[in-house]
């Protein structure tokens, strides 16, 4: 629960300073860094009449890239930020297929869909030190062809919220659940994504 509310915190102080619907308030230190992050996540496969799964939406960012590059993509998307999911409404409200959920990704049911993203979402300190690898397990598990999450390999402020993790440690837990895993680096600076099919 205070993991929950760390986070929260540390997205409301950014909205106080950035505003709700810049990409500052999502930790990202740019929209062109974040575009990025999307482009290399789209990657994963063909997403033409596919259902996707956004962990964290934010503010649906990702929901409208892949409305300007793929056709019929069925979406969801769930963050636990109030302002960050209206903006993503609003942001969204004539697109077909599209549904936003608040909550914890990790609490409750979530939808099984072809993909399953998660873009900055999984970046954060947690009390438990094997969090981030019961979260990969439990996003795998919702996905019926591959899970993509990218994740920071350095921080600025290595005392701060923000984790940073071993593309090989990361890579080596993925290994256990399938046998095709591909790492992605070298597209941002201390930034690395990796896709586990199943």
Known sequence: MLDKLYIQKFHEDKIEKYGSESAQSLAWFSEEDQLKRF????????????????IGCGNGDLCYYLS??????????????????????E?????PDTT?????FMQGQL??????????SLNYKNSD????????????????????????SKTVNPDGILMAYS?????????TLSNTVVVK?????????????K
């Open 167 to 175: 593309p090989k440690t990361i890579t080596d837990f993925c290994i």
């Open 39 to 54: 482009e290399i996540l789209a990657q994963i496969g063909d997403l033409n009449d596919c259902s996707v799964l956004d």
């Open 111 to 120: 939808t099984v869909v072809d993909y399953v993203f998660v873009s900055g």
């Open 129 to 152: 030190p094997d969090f981030i690898f019961k979260v990969i397990a439990h996003l795998y598990a919702h996905c019926n062809i591959a899970l993509g999450f990218n994740l920071l």
């Open 91 to 95: 942001k969204t409200k004539d697109f």
């Open 68 to 89: 300007q590059h793929f056709t019929n993509v069925s979406y969801h998307g769930i963050d636990m930020i109030p302002a960050f999911l209206d903006n993503a409404i």
């Open 185 to 197: 680096e070298n597209y941002v600076e201390g930034d690395f994504t990796v896709m586990v099919y």
């Open 100 to 104: 936003f959920y608040l909550g914890d």
